[in-house]
């Protein structure tokens, strides 16, 4: 599990990471918890995304999108992958609550 690794080692840097994990836990582990980074798509990212935009403020989507490019990076230069980050070039939600 690549968030694993991710809150273990960031465990002590400060007290927000209780509530990333949280974050985690609620939003990304159902969907990518168990998957393997190789094998995310951007386009999955991307629906991923836009499934909160008529339920989440944007600021609340972006950080579920930042929380996840964390993740995955820190995975990507820890464990020396190759591979691009699925995350890289999505835009920020600007879409407002209906």
Known sequence: MIAEIYFSDKAYENKSNHRALQRYKRHIE???GKRDIFNIAKNEILNFRNSF???HAPKTINGIIQLLTAIVNYNIKTKDL???NPCTGIPMSTAELN
């Open 30 to 32: 159902p969907i990518f």
């Open 53 to 55: 935009i008529d339920t």
């Open 82 to 84: 190759k591979v691009i």
